[in-house]
């Protein structure tokens, strides 16, 4: 009888044990599920990294300290500053685009004309027309919110990785 009762005792605490890991396995991933994407990107940098960084250390016969800094010093130059020039020019264009695409708009509202294109196809005008059944200024004002969202998120995006 109290055999049974210590197997029955050992059976809960094998249950017990398991919920408490799956529920600790579960929070730690909520926990740091914001982090994923960064902690993924940084597990391919360290992979591709390391033999650089296992060359630098054979070849120069250097302490690790310091082929750990000629490491990060190559990577900076050679990764992110050119990753860097390239999204700021990337914002840049985005907000050229913005100012050339709201500048259609307001000579277009300002003329009280249709879009400029559809005037030649008559079919096309009446197709957009059915689709949208909003006015051209406000159809060119959301066209112009879009390009706007999507040059801030644009520099968003650039001010992050920076």
Do not use: C
């Not at 249709?114 to 005008?125: E, R, S, V």
């Amino acid at each position: 009888m109290k055999k049974q009762s210590s197997d029955q005792i050992l059976g809960l605490q094998k249950y017990f044990l398991l919920l408490s890991v799956l529920l600790f396995v579960g929070l730690l991933f909520k926990f740091l599920s914001p982090f994923l994407g960064t902690l993924f990107i940084a597990t391919v940098l360290v992979t591709a990294i390391h033999p650089f960084y296992e060359w630098i250390m054979k070849r120069l016969r250097l302490r690790r300290g310091l082929a750990a800094l000629l490491t990060l010093l190559a990577v900076v130059v050679v990764i992110l500053a050119p990753l860097t020039f390239f999204f700021f020019s990337l914002v840049e264009q985005a907000a050229e685009a913005y100012k050339v695409v709201n500048g259609h708009i307001t000579e277009i509202i300002q003329s009280d004309s249709t879009l400029p294109f559809l005037d030649k196809y008559p079919k096309l005008q009446e197709w957009v027309e059915k689709l949208a059944p909003l006015s051209v200024e406000e159809t060119l004002s959301m066209i112009g919110n879009a390009v706007g969202s999507i040059s801030t998120f644009l520099f968003s995006q650039a001010a992050n990785i920076v």
